[in-house]
């Protein structure tokens, strides 16, 4: 069987350097709020060419306490309304609804799998204050008339970079760098992964990451005073100890997942599979490799017969989920057409080409 993303292979291939990390951290008696965590920060600051990186439990904490701190600053207030893409893992949207604030769904476009900046305009209204753009399989949402559409509304442009830590506009600029504040994720799955739940926020914005700091240390700042009602949500040590590992290796992994996609691209010929647009290569870090198919339950049964384990991002889209009873009878075509026809293939960089030879052909093998 060809596992859909066989983590301990990956993460064996840095055995030596995770072990040295992680008994630095064991044998030096520290393990919150320490030496890796402000190493890590500095080093993924530099990594997005952010002014600052603030770390903290997982992504969605990461996205939480951006909206967060912009209610604590007076820039928004519970019942406003944040533009978000309609297909998106369901944390994006569950950031804003935990801090009262109204997500307004926007459809993708079909062959881009992002946000369709066409349908923006239309969607604002006077308590529009934020919009959330989501690079969704490692592909970049984000544009320069994006932008210029957020200055224009006074929008705050947040990215959500769980799924594209790398990926670069055509000037080089990373995700994570494009917006006023961008929520990562270090989910061990994610293209930058650690051994446990870990997420961190970057921001050029010098007071929004000190509101962040404060909120995630309980709402303090100052020992035992409580400036906000905040949480808890901080990176071990031990995590940004590896992650300081990791991230020296991500451009290079994301290559790899480039020739993995690109052995895909020219070898599947079936016609039952479309893909989506293709972007610049610097543009998309492949967290995902999806493609497209009518019958795509019985392609993905097919292919875990023929031992190529499978995955759907995601079965059911945001607006559909129980927990969202009040988005369920939205009507959101292209949202819900993508949901049901949407395959995840294996990518990864520790991929074979045998492996990717294997499973082309169980590919077109369906028909
Ligand atoms: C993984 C993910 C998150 C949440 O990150 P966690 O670290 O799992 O909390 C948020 N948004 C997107 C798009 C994700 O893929």
Sequence with gaps: MIKFLPLDKLNGRYSDEIRKAVLRVVESGRYLTGTEVRGFEYDYSEF???????????????????LRAYIELGVMEPGD????????????????????LKPVLVEPGLSTLVIDERQLERLITPRTKALMTVHLYGRISWSGEMADFCMKNGLKLIEDNAQAHGCMTLNGRRTGSLGDAAGHSFYPGKNLGALGDAG?????????ADVIRTLANYGSSEK????????????????AAVLRVKLRYLDKDNEARRRVAAMYMEGIDNPLINFPDILPEQSNVWHQFPIFCKRRDELQEHLYCKGVETLIHYPVPPHKQQCYSMFNNLSLPVTEKIHATELSLPINPVLTEKEVRTIIDAVNGFS
């Design 224 to 239: 035992y005073l409580f400036r906000y009602c905040g949480r808890n949500s901080r990176m071990d040590e031990i995590q």
């Design 200 to 208: 961190a926020v970057t921001t050029d914005d010098g007071i929004l």
């Design 81 to 100: 309304e944040v533009l978000v893409p309609a297909n998106t893992f369901v944390a994006s949207i569950l950031a804003i609804t935990d801090n009262g």
């Design 48 to 66: 997005t060419q952010t002014g600052n990186c603030v770390t903290c439990a997982s992504g969605l904490d990461a996205l939480w306490l951006i």
